[in-house]
Structures are given as structure tokens and as C-alpha cells.
């Protein structure tokens, strides 16, 4: 398990070679990033997957909304979201925030008993 100064290290070296891999500015990506990450950066399984996890969190998530556009590792437009996508995922998005709240409110119950 890579830690999140791990993380930003495995970042910075991939934006070196696919500048587009923006941890700052996110962009939406139309790869199985994981996939492509073991492919062309030579990363292993766990690292590639745990990397796509991390870039492609929530923040990642919000951008995907109808109309939005999607592109390649090298910055080349391939597509954009339809309607589906982005109501699939904004229900998804609602989902976890839902869950967050709830998981921060029984925190919040038992530690004030």
C-alpha cells in the first residue's frame, strides 16, 4: 500500500511523461488508467490500480458530467460524456457523499455518548 507522500512522488513521475495526469488540475480521462499505467509506465498491478484509485477519487468524479469532455494520455480529445454517464455517476457521487455523512454522524454520536 503506497502512502499519499508515495503517491504524490508516483504522481509527479508520471505527469513528467503524460503531463495531462494533473493531480492539481484534474482531467477526464477516457482510458482504463490503471490498464495504461502498467503498459506505459512499467508500474506494477497494485501500484497502477492504487494510483487510478487515488487520481480518480471523488474531485475526479464530479467532472464527469453530460457534455464533458474526455481525453487520451497524450491530451487528444476522444469523446465526450453522455447523458447516461453522467447521471450514472452523479447518482454514484450522491451515494458515497450520503455514506460519508452518515459514517460521520455515528462517529460523531458515539464520541459524544
Do not use: H
Not at 482504463?32 to 497502477?48: G, S
Amino acid at each position: 500500500m503506497l502512502t499519499s507522500k508515495e503517491l504524490t512522488a508516483l504522481a509527479k513521475k508520471i505527469k513528467e511523461k503524460y503531463p495531462i495526469i494533473d493531480t492539481k488540475n484534474l482531467t477526464l480521462l477516457d482510458v482504463d488508467l490503471a490498464k495504461e499505467l502498467q503498459e506505459k509506465c512499467n508500474l506494477i498491478v497494485d501500484e497502477a490500480k492504487q494510483f487510478a484509485k487515488w487520481y480518480q477519487g471523488i474531485r475526479y468524479k464530479k467532472l464527469i458530467v453530460e457534455g464533458a469532455t474526455k481525453y487520451n494520455l497524450d491530451g487528444e480529445i476522444v469523446g465526450v460524456v453522455s447523458a447516461e454517464e453522467a447521471l450514472k455517476m452523479q447518482e454514484y457521487v450522491e451515494k458515497i457523499i450520503a455514506e460519508k455523512k452518515e459514517k460521520s454522524e455515528k462517529a460523531k454520536a458515539v464520541i459524544e455518548g
